[in-house]
Every structure is written in C-alpha cells, then in structure tokens.
C-alpha cells in the first residue's frame, strides 16, 4: 500500500519476546532442500562474546584525553574548494555538489550541501553522518534512505551538509575491517580521517555567506549515532546533537585512543538520543542508557526517548522530536 513504507530487517537481530505478535512483526519459514548437506555446525547454539560493562568501566583521565583529541588536530591549509555542479530540480530544495582538499595525504572531500528553498539565508545547518550502509554503497545516489532522514530539515528551512566521509558512496577505496570498531592501529586511523572530514566540512560551511556557523548541529544515525560520543566531543564547532538508534558499542572494542568511552563524557553540548527498546545492535541497557548517562552534558540539556522498536524510529516521532530539538537550541527559523 502507498501509505505505508515496508521495511524488512532479515540482517537484524530483534529483542522482542520470543512470543511476540504485534502487528509490525512478520515471520520467516525455512523449507530445508536437502538437509543432509548442511553442516551440523549450523544448528548448533551461537557463542557469545564477553560484553563490555559500562556501568563498571571508567574514562581516561583529562590529560590523557587531551592527548587522544590532539590526534584530530589538523593544518588549516587551503580549501582549494569546487562547487562543480548544482541541481534545482527539487522544488523544495537546492543541492550543491562540492570538493575541497582533505586535512590528510592528496585527497579530495566531496560533499553535498542541500539548500532550503523556502527561506532565506543565512541558514541554520544540520552536519549529518549516515548509518553504515554509507560503506556499502559506491554512491549517495544509492541511499533512499537520505530523504526519510534529510527532508523535513529542508522543508523546515535549515540546510543540511553531506560529507562523503572516507571509505563511503564515491570514495569507497577498498577499506574493509579497520571501519568498524577493533582494536587495531588501522582503525583509529580511520576514525581520525573521519572525524578530520567532519571538522573540514565545517571549515567549508565558514566560507559561506549564506550559512550561519554559529548555528551548527550535529545528526548522527546508527554509525552515526555512536559517533555521536566521539566528533561533539573534539569539534568544539557544533551547538547541538542528535542520535538516532545510536549507543556505545557494547560487543567491541576500540584501541584507547578510539574508544568512545574515553570520549562521551566530554561531550557537552546539547544531545538528544532517539532510540529503540527492542534495538540488538545498541542494547537499551548495555549500550544505550550507558551512553546517556555518560555524557558530559548537563541533566537539563539532555534527552533520551524510547520508543516501542528495534534499530529505528518512527518517522513522525522522529520529525517532531528533531525540530523542537533544533528549535530549542539553535532558534526557530526565521
């Protein structure tokens, strides 16, 4: 039906009880062709992991941690940027395809930097880093996902920036396991290309007249919503959070100098959290509320919301939660 958007999570793992039967849950059937050829290996009960317990576990002292957010630090050489291609097809919104020099090696940034129609500059903006299928897909064109997330902020009047972070869409370049959180050197150096991608795309929006960088707002999601522990806490730049079915990664763990509990107590600029009671990739109670109480802002400043889910949000839930977020702490558009 057109109204209702179908969404099926075969690759995610849900912590509803066994016996569930609401309305938003399907089932699955396997009709086994042979099952003499399949490994007996496979029937047999999973191992699990030892579980990080943040309830127990402590950050780093402020020095050491003075010495992890050094790591970001970056030359603040020319931009050399390229606005090389504009689209007006949208009647709502304007989007600019841009290049500007990395903060490492020879490399390109590209980002897209979505522009409101319907209000005038300059504009408040919402810096978004996407959910992990940015590492999957060869381009941004792919992610249907973009809009669901992106165009209630538009029509809402703030533009949002889209950096094509290191090792997603078009600048996919081989990488593979130093992504995701592991104690390896590789890893931290990824995530500090990241982050340095992030603070460049802010070093951008300075440039223009026609956005207000005083009024910067960080949107994580999934990926982006763990990360949401670490970029607010070492870009000093953004005046707000938003963390959607986000959390401390509870199975891994990170070397030292990447791991995001040496950095979410930091973090102190407003964050909103929007998650689910039902989410397997950041438990409520190992991952999530963890998070939460960790943060370094104040009580006052600070929301977590639960929603009856898994690892998503309802879209209308989310729009008004995000908008009365922004508006509390960036201003209403004017």
Known sequence: RPEFALVYMYSDISQLPLFDRSPKNGFRCVNYIDIDKIP??????????????YYKEEPVSDAIFQAYKNQFLYDKTELDADLYETDESSDDWTIEKITFNAAYGNERVLAYLYLPKETSPPYQTVIHFPNANAARWTSIKDNRHIFWVLDFILKNGRAVMYPVYKGTYERQDGLTSERWVSQSHAHTEYLV????????SIDYLDTRPDIDSDKLAYLGASWGGHLGAIIPAVEERLKASILIVGGLRHRRRARPEADAINYVSRVTIPVLMLNGRYDYSFPLEMSVIPMYNLLGTPESDKLLKIYETDHNVAKNEFIKETLNWLDKYLGPVK
């Open 193 to 200: 290309k990241l982050v340095k991608d992030f603070s460049r």
């Open 40 to 53: 007996e290996k496979v029937f047999q009960l999973a191992e699990y992991t030892k579980l990080r317990d």
